[in-house]
């Protein structure tokens, strides 16, 4: 039984073209991009020639890009770092409760340093309530950090109405896009973000590389102590073959960006209509209209997540939740709880289905039969 993966939302299998270009990083250019000789320079020049991609992608300055080790590292240093550099204008905080735990987690360790953070809800359509943030926001708010789109549900946040909310507000806005990037035009200025976050290994780049957009003249505190590599705001000898890969990632992402989006609008649809097909008793969590075409994340009643993934795994689709599955134990999804209430059956019955390249019509086809096959198995136990 051929294997199927509909696991993109976690990781993306590496483009060809992305392999290919990364060679001459590791065969042949060296060099200690730090270094002033000969080896070194060419280094540098390959990491500079990606920083200018990555910038041109977003709309920014190649002098805003920080090359990080991944999404994680850049929401640690857009939130910790960018709160302690700025602790003599406020120690106000405003994030969501649906962040990724990379954000939330740095959220968790400012509150310990002192920082008050507030939490913003989100509605059953997984979006948060913008006058519930303009609410929220006081005069010694320094940070606000808001995804651009949802790791679990895949659904959209009003990121421009933010924007334009903080535009004259002292706080700096941050907005983890990994799930958006390569997916959604991203312009920082019409978006009016200080900061933003994105992810390599989203992409079909490698994994260890990743970027933080950092608006100049932005101020934010390093969170590691070594050398004066990006300009003072991340220590340590760049991932120069990582950084070369992540650029001819984005090149295909931008290139093929419209093409993609069909493609994955039509994936997805079609895995919903075989469900339907079926007569799998299913709903879809959060707003469709407001989800981005690669996530689908689906309720299945009379069911729980560590059954379904189980069998789906021994069926050969690869999926996953938001629930975290321990010594036999579900743990509800923190993002369909802030969504629905922890109580609700949502939180434990729901997987995540995310399309991308290793996938065709076919094998999304093929996946969802298996995927109704097992669910009317175990919805009827």
């Known amino acids: ?16 073209e992305v392999t290919a270009a990364m060679i001459p990083a590791l065969e042949e250019v060296f060099g200690n991009p730090s270094s002033v000789h000969h080896f070194g320079r060419k280094a540098r020049q390959m990491i500079d020639g990606a920083r200018r ?29 960018t709160a302690k550099a700025n602790m003599n204008h406020g120690k106000h905080v405003i994030t969501t409760q649906i962040e990724h735990h990379a954000t939330l987690h740095a959220a968790e360790h400012l509150e310990k340093q002192g920082f008050e953070v507030t939490y913003l809800p989100v509605g059953h359509d997984g979006k948060i309530d913008v006058e519930e943030l303009k609410a929220a926001l006081r005069e010694d ?73 950092m608006k100049e003249g932005l101020s934010a505190e390093a969170l590691q102590y070594g050398g004066q590599q990006e300009r003072k705001r ?15 990632a984005v090149e295909l992402a931008v290139e093929h960006k419209a093409e993609r989006q069909q493609t994955y609008q039509e994936y997805k649809q079609a895995f919903l209509n ?38 789906f795994d021994l069926s050969g689709v690869a999926a996953s939740s938001g629930s975290a599955c321990t010594a036999g ?16 059956n949502r939180t434990i019955n729901s997987i995540r289905f995310s399309f991308g390249l290793a996938n065709t019509m076919e094998n999304v086809e093929e996946a969802a039969e298996r995927v109704a096959s097992i669910v009317n198995r175990l919805a009827k136990k």
């Open 1 to 16: 039984m051929e294997p199927i993966y509909l696991d993109h939302a976690a990781t993306t299998p590496i483009h060809p």
């Open 53 to 81: 991609v990555i910038a041109d992608s977003i709309g920014a300055n190649e002098k805003e890009i920080v090359f990080t080790s991944g999404g994680t590292e850049a929401d640690n240093i857009a939130l910790v770092g």
């Open 141 to 213: 708010t320094t940070v606000v950090s808001v995804m651009a789109v949802n790791n679990e549900t895949g659904i959209i946040q009003p990121i421009e109405r933010i924007g334009e909310l903080l535009k004259d507000h002292q706080a700096y806005f941050h907005t983890d896009a990994v799930q958006a990037y390569g997916l959604l035009e991203i312009d920082v200025n019409k978006w009016k973000v200080d900061l933003l976050t994105a992810s390599s290994h989203k992409i079909n780049g490698p994994k260890g590389a990743g970027f933080l957009y």
């Open 234 to 248: 991340r220590p340590g000898t760049e991932n120069v073959a990582g950084i070369k890969g992540f650029q001819r």
């Open 274 to 311: 075989k469900l339907k097909q079926n007569g799998v008793s299913s709903t879809l969590n959060g707003s469709e209209a407001d989800s981005v075409p690669a996530i689908a994340n689906i309720s299945f009643p009379g069911t729980n997540v560590e059954a379904l993934l189980t069998n």
């Open 329 to 344: 134990s579900v743990e509800p999804s923190h993002v369909l709880s802030a969504m629905y209430g922890s109580k609700d």
